[in-house]
């Protein structure tokens, strides 16, 4: 089952307003989305920040208060989001740190056991750092007063 255009942005939309990580792993998380193409792609993202590290954990922790695994199975996702320590280098993952790198994590959106084996297309910083984030549920809620 592929989730309705408004379920795709109350996700976002719950994403948006989680107290749980930073603006970088938001515009990530949304990169994701929108470059699966509503679960039809699946895609992968990797970040160096201390943001994208911890910011991807906390969303997901059952201590945190987003529970990002629980609201994809709300929307019926078909694809699972998965994040890990390590790298993708010739389409393989390599977990550990990249060379150079104080952090290094990467998060994957596809099926949900084809992670690390999977046919996965690469979402940029660049793509993710265009994106703005207003709320595509209620987009006048974050107009400029």
């Known amino acids: 089952m592929i989730p309705t255009e408004k379920q795709m ?8 307003e ?3 990580c930073g ?10 989305l929108i470059g699966s193409e509503n679960f039809t792609k699946p895609v992968y993202f990797t970040g160096y920040s201390e943001d994208i590290a911890y910011g991807t954990h906390e969303m997901f922790s059952s201590k945190g208060t987003t529970h ?4 994809m199975l709300c929307v019926a996702a078909p694809y699972k989001l998965e994040h890990h320590g390590g ?13 150079g790198k104080e952090h290094t994590h990467t998060i994957f959106l596809g099926p949900t056991d084809k992670w690390i ?19 595509p549920l209620y987009p006048k809620m974050y107009q400029a007063q």
Request: charged content about 35%; cysteine-free.
């Open 87 to 99: 790298y993708m280098k010739n389409g393989k993952f390599i977990p550990g740190l990249e060379d």
């Open 117 to 135: 084996d999977g046919d996965f297309t690469e979402i940029s910083a660049e793509v993710a750092d265009k994106i703005e984030l207003k709320s």
């Open 68 to 71: 990002l695994h629980e609201l």
């Open 9 to 16: 942005h109350a996700l976002m939309h719950l994403i948006l």
């Open 23 to 32: 603006e970088e792993t938001k515009r990530a998380l949304w990169a994701l």
């Open 18 to 20: 989680s107290k749980d």
